[in-house]
């Protein structure tokens, strides 16, 4: 079916689309231009859009070139091409079948004419089927222009064919041949000229275009984005493997041919002088450069495909062994998979001569319309050289792999011993022949792919510490030095060294299995470290990022350097990882070994001549040598290194240090300490510690000699000052890090005095800088640095009273110092202000940790009156609500460890004297007054409730029980009961006294319960006057407190049915506007999943709360913030585990299974619609969960509620019903695992779909 005249209404023929585009891009009214943009878009999606498109589309191709600029602009075809672009992802259901072929057929003929227009081309040409599509006429005089005009809208077809490819993969098999056919003045075989000879010659047009077309259809298979059938999309990954070859072969062909011209073209260059020749000359060369860039391109999209085994096949292969049939030969005959490999070997040499050569810079290929977007050569080379390796490696790893299975098998087909179990006569095993032959064949292949997996990896190992050795080691120095002469600028030098540090990281991480082996004897492995050794130490010695560890007085150093310095130590630190992990597993299996007392020489001749075929294809998994230990011994040197050369580049820059912390500056710092974190893993945390220890110490005396040195020669103090606190900082932070790993402070206790010292020189300081604000960011810097020391070091202090004193008096000295104002102007002064406030924030978490974890041993009396009165000091003073806080939980935490009960209750009093003191004084204000309630709440939960929860009035702690239910129920709860009365209107403060509340009735415990008559009068009452969302979350933790206590049940029922209605009936009226109200939605459900689980009989009789609560999760499901929309489905679940009638939940299942029954499918119909909302990955997952359970419990029924709810998503994301009932299988099938993978992936459709919609 051909697209003949466009049948679109008048609103939308060729005149409207037209005038829209022009109004769209012309006119200077925004009002006028933003609707022709509705207009557009609307358009856009409509099935007119298709034909119309098209149709316009091939007119102006056919149209002589004077004639085209009045019918269509180069915005309009732009915006055509991308139309269809566009609804081949999202509208191909749109399309008849038999419309697809001719569809293929016009966009190959749109980029023949846009790459070679025809002027007085036939009309009816468009018309001709995709398989039969010819070469395209010859070029008309303007040629050039139009290829440089419509360059995107090229793009955008292109793309375009290749999704068609994708869609339309059942049907047609062969787009490869079909695109080479189409375009065989491109091809090597043709006859003519080289192509790039100049910048106007066609083939070299027509040669990138194919190579763009190639590069498409490769990236374009993999994109979810198209949402193509995913049975469709399987078989196109099939057809594409098929003509893997064949375009393997194009490639080589094209390389040749555009290798042999470059030599050509350098060589007239040469020969030639100075004019417009030689100009064209050096024009063509870099045109010609441009289409080997493209072929770099095309070859690493290609590569995934010419894997010589890959996971369908050899999952296939596993089947036919299973069932005792020969293997199936995937790259045909031995002949074949020589000459591929031969293949891949040349592209991997090309590869490695490109990255060895200087960069192109393609000065004159910015006029070739079809290099525009090429990536650079280098980096091209150095992801086909990573891809070849990744795929070899995987595809052996596949075989070994099968080897093993097969072994297995052959080892259980052996004949039966005498009085073994017989299977059943329906049972007929494979013969052992079968077994023997396909074990022969696949040690066969397996040896194969070992050698060339060798042969691969001797070579980039021999390049990188030959050829490219010389290029990196230039690009590692700084720039104003000699060597830096390599290239023309430093930006190149970069460029190289970022994308040799990928290539050598990269080599590094497949040679891993040679490194834990051979790396203390093999020198070309040494050399490989050694030089990622270099890459990691390039931020320093290059002076990316000027750590300032040379000299006192050296300049100032403001360039950012940072995300240059990550980006070239990003590769080189995830190899660092790998290796650290292999060499750790390795150590692990030989000390595993050492304890069974086994030794690596024993084992059948079998083991052994696995271990010589693992070993020569540097297989990690396979035994280890006798001289691994030795190895692994070595690897822990360079990783001690790399550990101090982590320490050295830890040191903050000046820069950093004179203001607050930068994005790429910290993401900086946090790949060294993970790279920290790595070497530690090797080397031990103990080990680690003590290299960092011994780092500090190094410059602890480095520095005190240097304060004797200068002192004669008088220089800036503050200067000095500056970077010894610099210095220090870094030091303290790569120690503090390893102290937080699982380390054994009895190795490192007697090392602990130079960290303590260090600690104690820093915060033994209590002024801060007063004129100078870049050192007070250092002096805060250091400062927060010493106090994460501090909290880490929390083992060695927590039982040594003495120490945990001493650490926490320099706590409190910080806290309490309060800096007078300096002088300057108020954004000085305030970014001062925020700098000290930081450093108080993290001293009282530190006082808050150290409080929390010190043993009631070490709190001696004088300890914790200083600490009380610490509190109390805060309090006074009006000192930061953070810092206040974190002080009053660790002190209340203190005060829960007190055994003795005068002590605790006077400790109790303290801390409570000046909250409720606050309360009586304060009426109006409501920051105090929440701040009051929020004291006191901590105090009850962290000082009162640890107690209380294991304490009754007959235990022998009850005494203590008694006196604080007497204390709350005669002082606090008429306190917060005035402020419930007098301020029922204020959210916050309703808010915090019900809080508080809570942990007053969980201290007191049945000590409240006379008083709950009156709380719960109370909350009804305010509840009438204004819905809070607390008034439900105090119901919620009534119900867990006395729920099961009959003689509050009626009460608490009532409580139930009132809020809930008013709730429920709030949420409904917010309709889609859920989100307004997402904390009532939160407390609403949260409170009925409460009474559910504590109160299930009063539940059971209150069936139209749970009936409303159903009707009303319609709309509560689309809530996105995360709290909500985990209560809402955790109601949902809930509701469906009382339909179980394997497990029934008594009286819920009587009372309620009709009512979830009738309201649940309405229910799943919502949570498909949902997932066209594009709701965050956390719903996504709720969904998955709720459509488990519902499968779980109703079994047949919800087969036929899922297949419903997958009728209400649109075409564009289920266009067939194969995919429908594949899709149902999946979701209806929970025990095979798919369920997750199935609704990640219709989620992703859905949200590509509805964001298409929402543009």
């Known amino acids: 079916m051909a697209f003949h005249q466009s049948s679109a209404s008048p609103e939308g023929g060729q005149g409207d689309v037209v005038q829209m585009l022009e109004t769209l891009y012309c006119s200077a009214d925004p009002h006028a231009r933003r609707q022709a943009d509705i207009w557009l878009r609307h358009w856009q999606k409509s099935s007119e859009a298709w034909a119309l498109s098209m149709e316009m589309l091939l007119q102006y191709a056919q149209t002589p070139a004077p004639a085209q600029s009045p019918v269509l602009s180069d915005e309009a075809v732009y915006f055509l091409s991308q139309t269809l672009r566009t609804k081949t992802m999202f509208d191909f259901h749109q399309l008849p079948a038999a419309s697809h072929e001719v569809l293929c057929s016009q966009v190959i003929r749109l980029l023949q004419s846009f790459t070679a227009p025809a002027p007085h081309a036939d009309a009816s040409a468009a018309d001709t089927p995709a398989s039969t599509a010819g070469p395209p006429p010859a070029a008309g005089p303007s040629a050039n222009a139009q290829r440089d005009r419509h360059r995107a809208a090229v793009t955008q077809l292109s793309l375009c064919l290749a999704d068609l490819a994708l869609q339309t993969a059942d049907k047609w098999e062969t787009p490869v041949q079909v695109i080479l056919q189409a375009f065989p003045l491109a091809l090597p075989s043709a006859a003519g000229g080289a192509p790039g000879l100049q910048p106007g010659d066609t083939r070299g047009h027509t040669t990138a275009l194919l190579l763009l077309l190639l590069r498409h259809l490769a990236e374009e298979s993999t994109s979810r984005r198209v949402m193509a059938d995913e049975t469709v999309r399987r078989q196109h990954l099939a057809n594409m493997a098929k003509a893997a070859s064949t375009v393997m072969q194009t490639l080589l062909d094209l390389r040749q041919r555009v290798r042999d011209t470059k030599q050509s073209l350098e060589t007239k260059s040469l020969q030639s002088s100075e004019g417009e020749a030689r100009a064209a000359l050096l024009a063509a060369i870099a045109i010609n450069d441009s289409l080997l860039r493209a072929i770099l391109s095309c070859w690493r999209v290609w590569l995934p495909f010419l894997q010589p085994l890959t996971a369908g096949e050899g999952d296939e292969a596993a089947r036919q062994d299973s069932a005792g049939l020969s293997l199936h030969r995937e790259l045909g005959d031995a002949t074949r998979a020589r000459e591929q490999q031969a293949s891949l070997a040349l592209v991997f040499s090309d590869c490695l001569e490109v990255l060895a050569s200087p960069r192109q810079t393609p000065a004159s290929a910015a006029s070739y319309p079809s290099s525009s977007g090429d990536e650079d050569a280098h980096e091209a080379a150095a992801s086909c050289v990573l891809r070849l390796l990744k795929s070899v490696t995987s595809a052996t790893q596949e075989l070994r792999s099968r080897l093993l299975r097969l072994q297995k098998e052959v080892a259980q087909a052996q004949p039966e011993q005498p009085g073994a179990p017989t299977l059943s006569s329906a049972f007929s095993p494979p013969a052992p022949e079968v077994f023997a032959h396909a074990l022969r064949e696949t040690e066969t292949r397996l040896k194969t792919a070992e050698a060339f997996e060798l042969q691969l990896l001797q070579e980039i190992l021999a390049r990188c510490v030959g050829p490219l050795r010389g290029r990196l080691l230039a690009a590692l120095q700084r720039s104003e030095d000699e060597a830096s002469g390599a290239f023309e600028d430093d930006f190149e030098a970069m460029q190289t060294l970022t994308t040799l540090a990928r290539v050598y990281a990269g080599v590094g991480i497949f040679l891993i299995p040679a490194l834990v082996r051979r790396s203390h004897k093999d020198a070309q492995l040494q050399e490989l470290v050694h030089l990622l050794m270099k890459i990691s130490e390039s931020p320093r010695t290059r002076g990316m990022v000027s750590h300032g560890l040379e000299a006192t007085d050296a300049g100032a150093d403001d360039e950012e350097g940072e995300e240059e310095a990550l980006l070239v130590i990003e590769e080189p630190m995830r190899f660092w990882m790998k290796l650290a992990e292999a060499a750790h597993r390795a150590e692990t299996a030989l000390a595993a070994c050492a304890v069974r007392g086994e030794t690596k020489g024993d084992g059948a001749g079998g083991a052994s001549q696995k271990a010589s075929l693992t070993d020569r ?190 650490a926490l008096q320099m706590l409190v000295r910080q806290l309490l110092t309060q800096p007078k104002a300096a002088a300057g102007g108020d954004r000085a002064e305030d970014e001062r202000q925020a700098m000290i406030q930081n450093l108080h924030v993290n001293a009282a978490r530190a006082v808050r940790q150290l409080c929390i974890a010190a043993n009631a041993s070490a709190l001696h009396p004088p300890l914790v009156n200083e600490l009380v009165n610490l509190t109390i000091a805060l309090a006074n003073v009006n000192a930061d609500e953070d810092v206040h806080m974190f002080v009053l939980e660790g002190v209340s935490a203190v005060a829960s460890k007190m055994e003795d009960t005068a002590t605790f209750l006077s400790v109790l009093e303290a801390l409570c004297k000046p909250a409720i003191a606050g309360l009586q ?335």
């Open 921 to 1255: 004084q304060s009426e109006t204000n409501e920051a105090a007054i929440c701040q009051h309630l929020d004291c006191l709440a901590v105090i009850l939960r962290d000082a009162v409730c640890p107690g209380a929860s294991a304490q009754s009035a007959a235990s022998p702690g009850g005494e203590r029980h008694l006196r604080v239910a007497a204390f709350i129920t005669s002082s606090l709860w008429p306190l917060l009961r005035a402020q419930l009365e007098k301020l029922p209107s204020h959210q916050r403060i309703v808010e915090k006294s019900l809080r508080c509340l809570k942990h007053a009735v969980r201290c007191a415990g049945d000590g409240f319960k006379p008083l709950l008559p009156d709380f719960l009068a109370l909350l009804e009452k305010n509840a009438q006057l204004c819905l809070h969302c607390t008034y439900l979350y105090a119901a919620e933790w009534l119900a867990m407190q006395f729920g099961k206590d009959e003689q509050y049940q009626q009460a608490l029922m009532h409580l139930f049915r009132q809020l809930s209605t008013h709730a429920l009936k709030a949420i409904q009226e917010q309709g889609p506007n859920v989100d307004a109200c997402c904390d009532l939605v939160e407390d609403c459900y949260g409170m009925v999943n409460r009474y559910i689980r504590y109160c299930p009989l009063l539940v059971s009789l209150s069936p139209s709360t749970i009936q409303q609560a159903l009707v009303a999760a319609r709309s509560a499901m689309y809530v996105q913030q995360r709290e909500a929309a985990q209560v809402v489905f955790i109601f949902l679940d809930s509701c469906a585990f009382v339909c179980d009638e394997q497990r029934p939940v008594e009286p819920l299942s009587n009372a309620l299974v009709s009512i979830v029954v009738e309201h649940l499918p309405p229910l799943v119909d919502e949570a498909f619609r949902l997932l066209m909302e594009a709701p965050p990955s956390y719903v996504v997952g709720l969904i998955e969960g709720f459509l488990i359970t519902v499968v779980q419990v109703f079994r047949h029924r919800a087969e036929q509620w899922i297949a419903r709810g997958l009728s209400v998503l649109p075409p564009a994301v289920l266009p067939s019903e194969a995919m429908k009932t594949e899709l149902l299988a999946k979701l209806c099938r929970p025990e095979t695992g798919g369920v997750s993978e199935a609704v990640e992936g219709l989620a992703y459709r859905c949200e590509q779909v509805c964001l298409r919609n929402r543009a």
């Open 617 to 806: 294809a540097l297989d990690a998994e396979g035994p280890l040598p006798e001289d691994a230990r030795q190895s692994i011994d070595a690897l822990k040197e360079v990783y001690t290194h790399l550990l101090r050369e982590c320490l050295l580049q830890l040191t903050m820059p000046k820069r950093v240090a004179d203001s607050a912390l930068s994005g790429d500056y910290d993401a900086y710092r946090r790949a060294l300490l993970d790279c920290v974190e790595d070497c530690a893993l090797l080397l031990s945390a103990e080990r680690g510690s003590l290299v960092a220890i011994d780092h500090l110490q190094q410059l602890r005396q480095r520095q005190e000699a240097e304060l004797q040195r200068m002192s004669s020669l008088s220089p800036s103090a503050a200067e000095l000052q500056q970077r010894q606190e610099r210095l220090l900082e870094g030091a303290l932070v790569g120690l503090a890090k390893l102290c937080s790993l699982d380390t054994d402070f009895a190795v490192l206790k007697q090392h602990l005095q130079a960290p303590l010292g260090a600690v104690s020189e820093v915060l033994g300081t209590e002024t801060f800088p007063a004129h100078s604000l870049p050192l007070l960011h250092t002096t805060v810097f250091a400062r927060i640095a010493a106090i994460d020391l501090l909290k880490q070091l929390l083992v060695p202090l927590v039982d040594d009273a003495a120490s945990l004193q001493q």
